[in-house]
């Protein structure tokens, strides 16, 4: 307890030393929005489930503004799926879309053939999935890369689930 | 009436005709964050603000996740600007300040001196403001650029409290 | 009147205040280029359309130099259509076609197949289209994301042509 | 025993159930490289020191390949930190040094003025520090972002070290 109110009050004198670059925090993010918390929960869930599959992934996760939440990268799963993790889930987000759906209306011929070329590159292959509250809405979005297209959106679509 | 009701079948019967794709209106937005009426009246307090100090200007508003929400650009005001004025309103939304405040300690020697590489590029000099709602809560920012950077700062910060 | 030549005298005043950065409106626009005006209708014109359709698009202008003259989200739109919406605007005047006409030669085996991965992400399905004024000059695109190529496509064809 | 039995059973089926992009867990990791526990752990110690500090941070881990490792943003934290932390991580291991000690030269007139325009971008005040090992060994770093550059500093400071 007195810690705590030492933390405090030690938390408000530093925030006063620091003129022009102060914390807002209240400001910082909007009510219903992706809380830290739930990213914590959705990346472990992932991260079992991964190795209960034997498999190593790297695990992004967005909030509902598409800006990154949480990033886990297990030993040994590719370097490369670093970025991928992080597109699908922005993809995810971006189309409130599991990638995969959208990959099938992106291939030659498809509706959106080649909007990969957008947002600073896109992926649209399994394995985003976007994060709903228990009311429904679209809160973030979760993107799964290390394993095949099948384990990538079935971790992914799982974990997003382990909010609810 | 009716011509809402029929609206409402009409987009209903849309929706459903376009599998894979469809839209999640209730899921794209959260509440509270920036909402397009607002952008409006935002920008139109911008472009009047600018009209009365004889000058043209780029206006650009973001919403609480920092993503582009509005865009104008008054009749032979700097081609350059487009980019100055969303890196301006991105730059305030992302750390929650006035960039001409941040441009205080980017400076060289300053505590956070070429921070502007980061983020794809920042702007920190005054025209990027934070929009607020009657509660204080940070839902947005807009950025400005035409003017001279006082200018660019008033218009901006006038036209982000149109909405109170 | 007055208040119109304060205005005036006040802007010149202020034109000559700001030494090293001053405005030359006069050259910053070519005669015949779209206007601020002319960009607000095609906006409205494509609101009110996608509206009547219910569904939430964005909504990209272009002026002759290919440049952002203007830019709107609808509430709940997508985010990832943002940057879409205005590749789409920004393609169509690059090659002075709709996008979904470029997109047929730019498939696999096609005269000018990925040409996407040129100035900086192109996007070739439908939904940009040239605005061309009276005489059919273009001076200007529009681009629209948010609905089914089709309705994209359809909105952005009407709302150039609402200037005519 | 036996669900870990069964796990590596089942997880060795998977493996060879993917043709063309199987994992090679084994060496997709240096032995002596940052490990996904003592990612966890350092994460955690910079999460615990900000909440005493009582401010909120993004906090990014990098392995001995400068590659994202793990990610924290917590709830209310700049947006525009999720990069500022990365690059600082990334500075870190590219330079293995401090970025705040980096940043002495890179002022104007400095040996390495400017060296922020590589890499993609790098971040050269306080808050990057790398991770060593009990050996002295370098391998990663840590990017803090959120609060002061001394705090941002200290937090990387010590969480570094969590792992000794």
New interface residues.
């Given amino acids: 307890m007195k810690a705590t109110l030492f933390?405090?009050i030690?938390?408000?004198w530093?925030?006063l030393?620091?003129p022009?670059?102060g914390?807002?925090?209240?400001?910082?993010?909007?009510?219903?929005?992706l809380?830290?918390v739930q990213?914590?929960t959705i990346i472990s869930a992932a991260e079992q489930h991964a190795?209960?599959?034997?498999?190593?992934v790297n695990i992004a996760i967005v909030?509902?503004?598409?800006?990154?939440?949480?990033?886990?990268?297990?030993?040994?799963?590719?370097?490369g799926s670093?970025d991928v993790a992080i597109k699908k889930a922005?993809?995810a987000?971006?189309?409130?879309?599991a990638t995969g759906?959208?990959g099938?209306?992106t291939q030659?011929?498809g509706?959106?053939?080649?909007?990969e070329?957008?947002?600073?590159g896109?992926i649209t292959f399994p394995g985003g999935v976007?994060i709903?509250n228990a009311d429904?809405?679209?809160?973030g979005a979760i993107g799964i890369s290390?394993?095949?297209i099948e384990?990538d959106e079935q971790i992914a679509a799982a974990a997003a689930k382990s909010i609810l």
């Fill in positions: 933390t405090c030690l938390g408000f530093l925030l030393a620091v022009g670059f914390q807002d925090t209240l400001s910082g993010q909007l009510p219903g929005d809380t830290a990213a914590k190795m209960q599959l034997g498999i190593t909030d509902a503004g598409a800006n990154l939440k949480g990033f886990f990268r297990m030993d040994g799963s590719y370097l670093i922005k993809t987000r971006y189309f409130n879309a759906d959208l099938k209306i030659p011929g509706d959106i053939y080649n909007i070329h957008s947002n600073g896109l976007p709903k429904g809405v679209i809160i290390g394993g095949s384990q």
